[in-house]
Each structure stands twice: as structure tokens, then as C-alpha cells.
């Protein structure tokens, strides 16, 4: 079966500080990749998505991530974190011609200023 | 920029209640679905709709569950009876193919 793996649950950062969040899914043919972010109090918003092309993706409020179809990887960074960007992350994957999304368990992040 | 939109924001129903949650997707839309978030767990697939019908269900979809899509323009979700363990968050969400997905801001739902 699909699934997806976030190996951070809790992550704590000081303002500027470097940002790399895991996401490792499980299926071995096409698949299309997310990120979500959910302020506190607030919906589901897209980050960025991965669907061909660059492995590379590049994100709303300064996020990037990159897809390695070899580790089965596709990791969120962010070179300088604020205050701002305290949240939960959500990875998700949709696989080939299937469009419901399967998620991970999300990563916490608090940013201290 | 088009927002899904779901009412009610939270929804408080005795156990055993029938409880029904709207969502009014983007327009152009053509697929719809729900998701949903129990405290603490992962998100998960409830439900796809494409052409007035269900493409997709999962497991927890089950008899107690159904969707409509009354008059053109809502998305419903139905709960016949509902159980403590129903208790969740309760997002909708809508596309136009298979990636876009734009998701309304939820519905938390509690069963007492």
C-alpha cells in the first residue's frame, strides 16, 4: 500500500535558522508530490507541488524542495526561517492516474524569534 | 483568487445525530472531495466525486456516509448516524484535474 513518511514530528528553530523537513513516500511508479502548510487556526494551503520536470520545485513564501526518485524523497527547505513560518507541514502524494491524496503525519514547526 | 467554501466552521452533535456538512467548491471544478483530520492522526481520504457520481471511496466511508451534490454548485457530506469516533476534522476539497486541489478551511466536527 501507499504511504508516506514524515520523520520529523516536532521541530524547533530560531529565527534564520536552516530548515529541511523529511518526506519519503512508498510506490514505485509516477507520482505527484505536495507540500501543505496549516497556520494555526487556518485551512490547508499548498506550498508547492512536484508533477515532472525539474526535480527542483520552487514555493510560495520562499520554500523549495526537491524530489529524488531515487530515495523515494521529496524534502522541503527553506535557507532562513521567521517567526512567521510556524505551522504544520503536510507531504502528501498522489500516485499515477489516482487523484486521492495520501498524507503524512505532519511535521510541527515552531519558529522561536 | 477562488476559495472552497464549508459551513458550518464547527459543528457540536449528540452521538447517534445525523449531521450534514456543506462545502461550496470553486466553480470550474470538475472533482470533488472530503478528507478528514482526527486529532493527532494523519489526513485522511474519505471520499472522490467526478460526474455526479463517486469515482472513489475508502474504507472509512462506509454506510453511515454519503455525498450529494444537491444543486449544481453545494458538496455535501452526510453522516446518518454519528459516533464518538467521528469526531474530527472535516476538510473539502475540489480540482480541476488531477493536482490542483484547492481545500476549504474545515468543518471540526464533535460528537458527545
Known amino acids: 500500500a501507499q504511504s508516506v513518511s514524515q520523520h520529523n514530528h516536532h521541530v524547533i528553530l530560531s529565527e534564520a535558522a536552516s530548515l529541511e523537513l523529511g518526506c519519503n513516500y512508498s510506490?514505485?511508479?509516477?507520482?505527484?508530490l505536495f507540500w501543505y502548510v496549516q497556520y494555526p487556526g487556518q485551512h490547508l494551503q499548498l506550498l508547492l507541488k512536484?508533477?515532472?520536470?525539474d526535480p527542483l520545485v520552487k514555493g510560495i513564501k520562499g520554500f523549495e524542495a526537491e524530489f529524488i526518485k531515487s530515495k523515494f524523497s521529496f524534502n522541503l527547505r527553506k535557507p532562513s526561517v521567521q517567526w512567521s513560518d510556524t505551522a504544520e507541514y503536510f507531504c502528501?502524494?498522489?500516485?499515477?492516474?489516482?487523484?486521492?491524496?495520501?498524507w503524512g503525519l505532519g511535521t510541527s514547526l515552531a519558529v522561536n524569534p | 483568487e477562488p476559495e472552497v467554501t464549508q459551513t458550518p466552521s464547527h459543528q457540536v452533535t449528540q452521538m447517534g445525530q445525523e449531521v450534514i456538512l456543506r462545502c461550496v467548491p470553486i466553480?470550474?471544478?470538475?472533482?470533488f472531495y472530503w478528507y478528514r483530520q482526527i486529532l493527532g492522526q494523519k489526513v485522511e481520504f474519505l471520499v472522490s466525486?467526478?460526474?455526479?457520481?463517486?469515482?472513489?471511496k475508502s474504507e472509512i466511508f462506509d454506510d453511515q456516509f454519503s455525498v450529494e451534490r444537491p444543486d449544481g454548485s453545494n458538496f455535501t457530506l452526510k453522516i446518518r448516524s454519528t459516533k464518538l469516533e467521528d469526531s474530527a476534522m472535516y476538510f473539502c476539497?475540489?480540482?480541476?484535474?488531477?493536482?490542483?486541489?484547492?481545500f476549504g478551511s474545515g468543518t471540526r466536527l464533535t460528537v458527545v
Open positions: 510506490y514505485g511508479g509516477t507520482v505527484n
Open positions: 476539497a475540489s480540482s480541476e484535474g488531477p493536482g490542483g486541489y484547492t
Open positions: 466553480s470550474n471544478h470538475l472533482y
Open positions: 466525486f467526478y460526474n455526479n457520481e463517486i469515482s472513489e
Open positions: 502528501a502524494v498522489n500516485a499515477g492516474n489516482n487523484r486521492k491524496l495520501i
Open positions: 512536484y508533477f515532472s520536470g
